[in-house]
């Protein structure tokens, strides 16, 4: 048997009608999975930056052939 996760439904009525400014309609409508991420509760990954950019970029260039040379 599975055990429950506890939700804290005031904490999260809360943070969606006064923090995102959900009609209650909106907010019932909502999946937990998608509370989270309005919310931005499961940000394991930093959103792209300059720098990641970069790093990406110099780890990744981007292979130019030109098509009047063979490969």
Do not use: C, K, Y
Not at 16 to 37: C, K, Y
Request: glycine share 4%; charged share 25%; no cysteine.
């Amino acid at each position: 048997m599975n055990r429950a996760v506890m939700l804290d439904w005031p904490a999260l009525m809360r943070a969606g009608m006064l923090g995102l400014r959900l009609t209650p309609r909106e907010f019932w409508q909502l999946t937990p999975a998608e509370l989270r991420l309005m919310l931005n509760l499961d940000a394991g990954t930093p959103p792209m930056d300059r720098d990641r950019l970069s790093h990406l970029m110099t780890q990744f260039p981007d292979q130019i052939n030109d098509v009047n040379q063979p490969e």
